[in-house]
């Protein structure tokens, strides 16, 4: 039916809700494929005369598209005739792809572990930008380093000193540029070698993930230590992990250590979430990232260049996530952290039946 736009009319009709959520059928997620009616997103539609105002509810605060997806749903409400102001307020709601966890109960809401094939490659780098970029977003981040051979966190995010006592008997997480942390460097004198075996790792791990008070935490991000071994093990027993980010060097052509990453992945039943490949330019190449993402038929969540500001953030402790967000290195690791946001959430809506509505 049209409305009756003829001026000698009092008041023209309003819109219903039926028709604001019929227009905003017309916006689709571009990762998740379906619109955002149909994906639950729309909320509180309130119409009052020729003024409508929703909520979009999206699945992480770090959605890539987050903006081109409100301009979309504005501007398909504003076409609708009796409709002058449209407001759009955007929330994010991370969902948990983990069943209750024992050892973390259910506040938090997806581990991710940040792996290689061998060592120094950059995982502490990436785990530490990526949880900043994320908090940046808004989302509730923790990072836990698994190397307790040798933590790097601590200096990464700059952190100093032993962690407090907290609430419920439970030790506090360190925090700096908006992410929880905790690593072992918290405990031992600097420079002490942490002479650990297995069942030691296994139990440091257990206690980090138990005895320290995450409180509700959309992601978990965990700096995983070198090799493919007994800390991958470790954790994949002691809690249920969303997947795993891995990264790589642009020049692993023989594709041997990712090939050993990822297997383990799958030994131990963690989803990749995708490749991450660090240090590409001039020095190391490119497209090792790439060819691995293909060779595995796993996504490729981007790239980062080699830069001597990316080293010199991670040795003074202020990520370039934080000191120089608008470089070209800071916007590839929001991109990434973006990309893996969207995994993750891509992971939990096609777990969950379709309501078709
Ligand atoms: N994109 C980059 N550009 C420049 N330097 C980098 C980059 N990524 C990492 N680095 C530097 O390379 C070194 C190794 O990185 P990092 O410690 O993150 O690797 P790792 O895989 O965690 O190592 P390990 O296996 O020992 O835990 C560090 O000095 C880091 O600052
Ligand atoms: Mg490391």
Redesign the pocket.
């Known amino acids: 039916m049209l409305p009756n736009r003829s001026p000698q009319r009092e008041t023209m009709s309003e819109v219903t809700e039926a028709e604001v959520l019929q227009a905003l059928r017309a916006v689709q997620d571009p990762d998740l494929h379906k619109d955002v009616v149909s994906l639950g997103f729309v909320k509180d539609v309130k119409i009052c005369g020729p003024a409508v105002k929703f909520t979009l509810e999206l699945t992480t605060p770090a959605c890539p598209v987050k903006d081109q997806l409100k301009e979309q749903a504005r501007q398909a409400v504003a076409a609708l005739d009796g409709v002058e102001t449209v407001n759009v307020n955007l929330t994010a709601q991370v969902k948990s792809s983990l069943g209750p966890s024992d050892l973390l109960g259910d506040r938090v809401r997806n581990v991710i572990a940040v792996t290689s094939g061998k060592g120094g490659v950059g ?2 780098t990436c785990a530490v930008n990526l949880a900043v970029a994320l908090a940046r977003q808004g989302a509730k981040v923790g990072l836990l380093d698994a ?1 307790v051979y040798g933590p ?1 966190v601590p200096i990464m995010m700059g952190i100093e000193g032993r962690p407090s006592p907290g609430t419920n008997q439970k030790i506090a997480p360190k925090e700096a540029h908006g992410v929880k942390t905790m690593s072992i460097g918290y405990m031992v004198e600097d420079g002490t070698p942490v002479m650990w075996r297995g069942p030691m790792l296994h139990r440091a791990l257990e206690q980090f993930l138990q005895d320290v008070d995450w409180g509700e935490l959309d992601y978990l991000l965990v ?1 995983m230590p070198p090799g493919t071994g007994d800390a991958q093990i470790s954790l994949a027993q002691l809690v249920p992990m969303t997947g795993a980010v891995v990264v790589t060097m642009p020049q692993e052509v023989s594709l041997t250590d990712v090939r050993r990453a990822i297997a383990m992945c799958q030994q131990v039943k963690c989803e990749i979430l995708g490749v991450i490949e660090n240090m590409s330019g001039e020095v190391f190449g490119r497209g090792g990232g790439h060819k691995t993402a293909e060779a595995f038929g796993v996504p490729l969540l981007g790239e980062v260049e080699l830069d001597p500001k990316i080293r010199a953030g991670g040795d003074r402790g202020e990520p370039i996530t934080i000191s120089d967000p608008d470089t070209e290195a800071g916007r590839r690791f929001a991109h990434i952290a973006g990309q893996m946001a969207a995994k993750v959430a891509t992971r939990q809506i096609q777990s969950l039946p379709v309501l078709e509505v």
């Open positions: 995982k502490s190397d790097n700096d």
